[in-house]
């Protein structure tokens, strides 16, 4: 079964840190490039970082500096450290492939940013 599954969300308060997990099946994880994105309320889904296999690392402008994005194709996983955060952060996060695949996409994980 093709599958893919967030984890680490919660509820933080601004400046505090999080890490996000995603472990995906071994047919998704055969991409080149690994993504997280995020959609916060009212607004349209993102790209936040994404990782190649080779290591090579993308991040949206808004989280440079603050968020390291991490691929470990041995174990099937891609992680995102985010540190500094900020409640503008506040969304749910997805992992997926880039380009994304509308039948890759899970529950996503809930991160709460509180001022």
């Known amino acids: 079964q093709v599958q893919l599954v967030e984890s680490g969300g919660g509820l933080v308060q601004a400046g505090g840190s999080l890490r996000l997990s995603c472990v995906a099946s071994?047919?998704?994880?055969?991409?080149?490039?690994m993504g997280w994105y995020r959609q916060a309320p009212g607004k349209q889904r993102e790209l936040v970082a994404s990782?190649?296999?080779?290591?090579?690392?993308t991040y949206a402008d808004s989280v440079k500096g603050r968020f390291t994005i991490s691929r470990n194709n041995a174990k099937n996983t891609v992680d995102l450290q985010m540190n500094a955060l900020k409640p503008e952060d506040t969304a749910v996060y997805y992992c997926?492939?880039?380009?994304?695949?509308?039948?890759?996409w899970g529950q996503g994980t809930q991160v709460t940013v509180s001022s």
């Open positions: 997926n492939t880039r380009p994304t695949r509308d039948a890759y």
């Open positions: 071994t047919i998704i994880f055969r991409v080149n490039t």
């Open positions: 990782a190649t296999m080779g290591g090579v690392s």
